[in-house]
Structures are given as C-alpha cells and as structure tokens.
C-alpha cells in the first residue's frame, strides 16, 4: 500500500532563508510524486511533478524537489523564503495506472518571519 | 468560468438532513475528482469519474454517500443523513485525461476553492 509521511506539520523561517519540507513516501511501485500547495482560502495548486524522469525536479515559484530511491525521499526546497511562500504544502503519491486516487500527506504549514 | 467552481461555498445543515453538492469541472476536462478534507488533514480521495461513468468509489465512507456525473461534466455529490462526522472541507477536482483513458495519469489536478460542510 502507498503512503506518504510529512515529517514536520509546522516550518517557520525568516525571509530570504532556505525552505526544506521533508516528505517520505512507501510505495509498491514506481510511484509519481507530487507537491501541491494551498494557499488561505484557495484551492490545491500544483507546484511540481515527478514521474519517473530527471530525478531534480524544478517547480514554480522557485521550488524543487529530489527524488531519492535510496532514501524513500522527495524533499521540497527553496533557496530562498518569500513572504508570498506562506502557505500549507502536502507531498503527494500515485501508482497511476488504473488507479484514480492520489494519496496525500497532512500538511505542512510554512510561515515566513519577516 | 476557467476554473473549478464549487458550490455551495459554506453549507450548514442539521444532523438527518440531506446536502448536495455541486461541482463544475474546467470545461473539457474529461475526469473528475472528489476529495474530503478534516481539520488538520490532508485530502481524501473519494471517488472519481471519467466523463460520466464513475471509475473508483473505493474512497465513499458509507453508502449514505454517492456521487453522479450524469452527462460528463458537472458532478453533484450528495450526503444522505448527514451527521456530525461527516463535517468536513469537500473538494472537487478535474483533469484533462486520467486513468484508464489511455495516456498515464500526470497527476496534475486542478481543485476547486471547496465545499465547507458543517453539521449541527
């Protein structure tokens, strides 16, 4: 069965420092992760994908995040926190396939100290 | 609209009532998503839709429960009895393919700003 942990609920930082969200996933297969982000009163927005490509996947807004077997592993980074990133992030597992249903974690929520 | 609209956006109802739900995915997008959010939670996958028939109910709590896609786009779900449980956040999402239509999955949903449930 595939399931998704997100390690911390809560990350503050200041502006202007790195970001790392750390997600670890299980998975029977090769699965395809996800980050989405939401912010207040928005819906889930897709910040990037990985599908079995390039292991470092580049997102919007500056975000990536890197698929590491080995370690079961697919870590949101930015280099550099902005005000605007404020907001609730959930790693994301599919098995594709005939499947129709992603699995997320709880959440992570990012606040960002000026 | 170009987005995914829900409504409504707040519905609050008493225990025993039934409540609908009403989706209306991006115009062209052939599946269609529903998920449920506690406090505090990630969302849950309920059941989905490739145009109008249903692929996967496996995520329906119980059979109070159901959704329907009648003509391939707009999705209304609908909670009979409702309970205090069943509170939640409902959200809606669409895709332009998903499984089953041929081409994997990409994952790529777009959500709707939600269905806030509560019940007294």
């Known amino acids: 069965a595939q399931s998704v942990t997100q390690l911390d609920s809560h990350v503050s930082v200041s502006e202007g420092t790195p970001v790392l969200l750390r997600c670890n996933y299980s998975?029977?297969?090769?699965?395809?992760l996800f980050w989405y982000v939401q912010h207040p009163n928005k819906g889930l927005q897709l910040l990037l994908k990985y599908t079995s490509a390039a292991t470092l996947v580049k997102g919007i807004n500056g975000f990536e995040a890197e698929f590491k077997k080995s370690e079961t592993s697919f870590h949101l980074t930015k280099p550099s926190a902005h005000m605007s990133d404020a907001a609730e992030y959930f790693c994301?597992?599919?098995?594709?396939?005939?499947?129709?249903?992603?699995?997320f974690g709880k959440g992570t929520k990012l606040s960002v100290k000026p | 609209g170009a987005g995914v609209s829900q409504s409504p956006r707040y519905k609050v109802t008493k225990r025993g009532q039934d409540v609908a739900l009403r989706c209306d995915p991006i115009s062209g997008h052939v599946s269609l998503y529903w998920y449920r959010q506690a406090l505090g939670q990630g969302p849950e996958f309920l059941t989905y839709f490739n145009y109008e028939a249903q692929q996967d109910k496996s995520g329906l709590p119980n059979d109070r429960f159901s959704a329907e896609r009648p003509e391939g786009s707009i999705s209304t779900l609908t909670i009979q009895r409702t309970e205090q449980r069943d509170s939640a956040m409902y959200r809606c999402?669409?895709?332009?393919?998903?499984?089953?239509?041929?081409?994997?999955?990409?994952?790529?949903?777009?959500f709707g700003e939600g269905s806030r449930l509560t019940v007294l």
């Open positions: 999402a669409s895709s332009l393919v998903g499984p089953g239509q041929g081409v994997p999955s990409t994952g790529e949903l777009f």
């Open positions: 998975s029977s297969y090769s699965p395809s």
């Open positions: 994301v597992v599919s098995e594709g396939g005939s499947q129709g249903n992603l699995i």
